[in-house]
């Protein structure tokens, strides 16, 4: 029963999810939703990303509680809508659906910051077009091998805080070698949210994905 219990939930995450799909879709939205661990860096790294986009860009911040990381986006008249679970670990596919009713946004990417979690975020579906996962020089190397369902569904992985690697043992070969095993197909990517490198790389990248999207539509 508990079994059938946990199915129920995540069919039912689904079928909104899919809801979540055609409502980006018919305002040809790219979602992505971004995934790291607290202390990652996600929010600053967003905010860089944006500097370096030439294509419209929104943001729907997840956070257990507080609205920080929204208001630094709006400072930057980034369209925001911020989210906040009240203690759940994960953002939804429901959660989403309410936050696209109310973002006045359409034609560009639309960020999601989840919550700070690298287990959880990664079962439930929210309607995107794929997951990019976040992993830091600070954190160290095995986070592939730590938590391989991440990292196998990920599209794009990104080592964000690159410019620490002469301070930290972050053996770049061992990090590699374990995405590629778990999703040969996966984009890396090396950024610095602090010194800006790596962006313009990643930027681009994603630029064509949605130029790929809109094509697609």
Known sequence: MEIKIIKDVLEANNNIAEENKNIKDERK?????????????????????????DIPCGVIEGDVASDIDARKMAERNIPVVQINTGGACHLNANSINKALSTLDFEGGILFIENIGNLICPSDFELGEDFKLAMA????????PYKYPLLFSKAKAVVINKIDLLPYFD???QYFYDG???????????E???RTGEGFEVLAKWLKKKYSEYVQGK
Request: charged share 25%; aromatic share 6%.
């Open 136 to 143: 830091n020089v600070a954190e160290g190397d095995d986070k």
């Open 191 to 193: 950024v610095s949210a």
């Open 170 to 172: 972050f053996n770049k």
């Open 179 to 189: 995405v590629k095993t778990l999703n040969d197909e996966a984009e890396i990517f």
């Open 29 to 53: 939205i790219m979602m992505v939703n971004i995934i790291g661990s607290p202390g990652t860096g996600k929010t600053s790294f967003i905010l860089k990303l944006i500097e370096n986009m």
